[in-house]
């Protein structure tokens, strides 16, 4: 199984191999109106099984290729169910192995940021400005903002400015 790896020969690099981005990419992420981006609270965080899909997927192209000649292989529940949750429970082992450090948690997450991106499609949550970032005085500063307005409204004139200073 060393397509998990992105440096194949030195079996480094777990789950960054650029086939994994790639086909996430191209299968929910190819343009601002894919799922990833129309229903994108299913995607974040980006689910294991949607990983093990993919891992799943990959491995029954390499079959198609084993004898150095493609072979069309129908990618079925039956054929592929097994290795499906073969895949799946790596991740999960591996999340558990590696949960002190999160690594499986900074791989899907930089798997969904760059899908995003290639999708060419936002994020609302991880880009706005929530309004509980806005520290209150920009909130005192509105209210002034608004008596002034309404004072301008009333008097013709803002607190402070004479008709013959205008």
């Known amino acids: 199984m060393s397509f998990?790896?992105?440096?194949?020969?030195?079996?480094t690099g777990?789950?960054?191999?650029?086939?994994?981005?790639k086909a996430i990419n191209d299968m929910w992420f190819a343009n601002h109106?894919?799922?990833?981006i129309l229903y994108a609270k299913y995607f974040d965080p980006l689910p294991l099984e949607m990983i093990a899909l993919v891992l799943t997927e990959m491995e029954?192209?390499?079959d198609e290729w084993i004898t150095g000649v493609r072979e069309d292989i129908t990618f079925s529940l039956v054929s592929?169910?097994?290795?499906?949750?073969?895949?799946?429970?790596?991740l999960q082992r591996?999340?558990?192995?590696?949960?002190?450090y999160k690594l499986l948690d900074k791989i899907c997450d930089?798997?969904?940021?760059v899908a995003q991106l290639h999708a060419g499609g936002i994020n609302p949550f991880k880009t706005a400005v929530s309004a509980d970032a806005l520290a209150n005085d920009v909130f005192d500063d509105a209210m002034r903002e608004y008596e002034v307005e309404m004072q301008v409204a009333?008097?013709?004139?803002?607190?402070?400015?004479?008709?013959?200073d205008a």
């Not at 777990?14 to 981005?21: D, G, P, S």
């Not at 592929?80 to 790596?90: M, Q, R």
């Not at 591996?94 to 002190?100: K, L």
């Not at 930089?110 to 940021?113: A, F, K, P, Q």
Request: aromatic fraction near 14%; hydrophobic fraction near 35%; proline fraction near 4%.
């Open 110 to 113: 930089n798997l969904l940021e």
């Open 94 to 100: 591996f999340g558990e192995r590696t949960a002190s």
């Open 80 to 90: 592929y169910a097994p290795v499906y949750f073969a895949h799946l429970n790596s």
């Open 33 to 36: 109106s894919d799922e990833g």
């Open 14 to 21: 777990i789950y960054k191999t650029e086939l994994i981005q």
């Open 60 to 62: 029954c192209c390499i």
């Open 4 to 11: 998990v790896f992105q440096d194949w020969e030195m079996k």
């Open 154 to 164: 009333q008097d013709g004139y803002p607190e402070g400015v004479d008709a013959s």
